[in-house]
């Protein structure tokens, strides 16, 4: 997989590999900026295009292959 940028995840589009309760396609809704800006950002909000269910992740999860592939597959 390509390395992510957290700064470059708003409205990206990711496929669960093991969908939940018809959830497998979600869209990253929002970057969660930590309270110090010289942070690194650590969480993002992603969207159930399905149910428009919305969770926050560390953005890191999303690199690993066995739970999400980038895109709508």
Sequence with gaps: MNPL???KLLLTKW???????KQK?????RVIQPEMRTDPIESVEIESVFSKATQVIPWRELQDDGVWRQGWV
């Design 5 to 7: 940028n957290p700064k």
């Design 25 to 29: 396609h979600f869209l990253i809704s």
């Design 15 to 21: 496929t669960a590999v093991k969908p939940v309760a």
